[in-house]
């Protein structure tokens, strides 16, 4: 009997994706060298601020502004989504003009908007009554951040969670209903716990979104890291020494971002798989009895 001979495989060769890497890398090189020994980056500048009183306050505030507006985002997106998904179509109305309104808008001109509220508004309250607030001593630029991101992410994770929920196995749902479950206690104990897998992934990209997206706080003096950036290179002329103090902040954030979410959509994504992984079958009783 003769053995058969071994296959073994071969990568093709690909020697333009070699010279392409190469090219590259090379002009990546360039451009940082270029960077960071050009006479008009001034490193003693960006070491001395780095680590400065007042950018990690304005860092705080742009931590704050995220973890708050995507918490009550999201919080509000789903109920948006739900909304949406309702079987009343008022409900499914509203919802729809509201995630169309705040998508179309830009953010920019939301936080605008919210900072010049007094313009339309110059009391905040019931008329005739003691709880009436002058608008601009409510309305501070903080407020206004708040105010513009949290409507604004509102919005994008809507679509984020209704394409979740949806992803749900109807069978599930009907199976749950069957069972005498609550519309509440079914979303809270079968279609949330299963559509996390799906909203995961999308809903951490619009939270690195968002931590960009909080620089735009500084058109309104919403004193986050940029507006920080910005108060003390006014002063210094510093312009490129204190961007490249606020870009390392928000390359850091970002990273961290992307680690915790990647172990988050692995987290899920196992857990996943555990679930839909198929179960050895038990023995039957008579076949139990007459063993």
């Given at each position: 009997?003769?053995?058969?001979s071994?296959?073994?495989?071969?990568?093709?060769?690909r020697p333009?994706?070699?010279a392409?890497?190469?090219?590259?890398?090379?002009?990546?090189?360039?451009?940082?060298?270029?960077?960071?020994?050009?006479?008009n980056?001034?490193w003693n500048?960006?070491?001395?601020?780095?680590?400065?009183h007042?950018?990690?306050q304005?860092l705080?505030v742009?931590?704050?502004?995220?973890v708050?507006c995507e918490?009550t985002?999201?919080?509000?997106?789903?109920?948006?989504?739900?909304?949406?998904?309702?079987?009343?179509?008022?409900?499914?109305?509203?919802?729809g003009?509201?995630?169309?309104?705040?998508?179309s808008?830009?953010?920019l001109v939301?936080?605008?908007?919210?900072f010049n509220?007094a313009?339309?508004f110059?009391?905040?309250?019931?008329?005739?009554?003691?709880?009436v607030?002058?608008t601009?001593?409510?309305?501070?630029?903080?407020?206004?951040?708040?105010?513009?991101?949290t409507l604004?992410?509102?919005?994008?994770?809507?679509?984020?969670?209704?394409?979740g929920?949806?992803?749900?196995?109807?069978?599930?749902v009907?199976?749950?209903?069957?069972?005498?479950m609550?519309?509440g206690?079914l979303?809270?104990?079968v279609?949330?716990p299963?559509a996390?897998r799906?909203?995961?992934?999308?809903?951490?990209n619009?939270f690195?979104?968002?931590?960009?997206?909080?620089?735009?706080v500084?058109?309104?003096?919403?004193?986050?890291?940029?507006?920080t950036?910005?108060n003390?290179?006014?002063?210094?002329?510093e312009?490129?020494?204190?961007?490249?103090?606020?870009?390392?902040?928000?390359l850091?954030?970002?990273?961290?971002t992307s680690?915790?979410?990647?172990?988050l959509?692995?987290h899920?994504?196992?857990?996943?798989?555990?679930?839909?992984?198929?179960?050895?079958?038990e023995?039957?009783?008579?076949a139990v009895?007459g063993?």
């Amino acid at each position: 009997m003769t053995s058969q001979s071994e296959i073994r495989a071969q990568p093709v060769p690909r020697p333009g994706l070699w010279a392409l890497t190469v090219v590259a890398v090379l002009v990546a090189a360039f451009l940082v060298w270029t960077f960071a020994t050009s006479p008009n980056v001034h490193w003693n500048v960006i070491a001395k601020y780095q680590f400065s009183h007042a950018i990690l306050q304005g860092l705080l505030v742009t931590v704050k502004l995220a973890v708050i507006c995507e918490i009550t985002g999201l919080l509000l997106g789903i109920v948006l989504a739900v909304m949406r998904l309702s079987s009343s179509r008022v409900l499914t109305w509203l919802s729809g003009l509201y995630i169309w309104g705040f998508r179309s808008v830009p953010l920019l001109v939301q936080l605008i908007l919210w900072f010049n509220l007094a313009l339309l508004f110059p009391h905040i309250g019931i008329p005739g009554t003691s709880f009436v607030v002058q608008t601009n001593d409510l309305i501070t630029g903080f407020v206004a951040a708040l105010l513009g991101l949290t409507l604004h992410e509102a919005a994008y994770n809507a679509e984020i969670v209704r394409g979740g929920i949806a992803a749900v196995d109807r069978g599930q749902v009907e199976a749950a209903q069957a069972l005498g479950m609550s519309r509440g206690l079914l979303l809270r104990r079968v279609v949330l716990p299963q559509a996390l897998r799906v909203i995961v992934p999308p809903a951490g990209n619009q939270f690195i979104s968002l931590l960009k997206n909080t620089s735009l706080v500084a058109f309104i003096s919403g004193g986050d890291l940029l507006s920080t950036a910005q108060n003390i290179y006014s002063g210094n002329f510093e312009v490129i020494a204190l961007l490249v103090v606020a870009s390392l902040w928000y390359l850091l954030l970002v990273s961290i971002t992307s680690v915790l979410q990647g172990r988050l959509e692995r987290h899920f994504g196992r857990s996943s798989e555990r679930s839909t992984k198929p179960q050895r079958d038990e023995p039957a009783p008579a076949a139990v009895a007459g063993a």
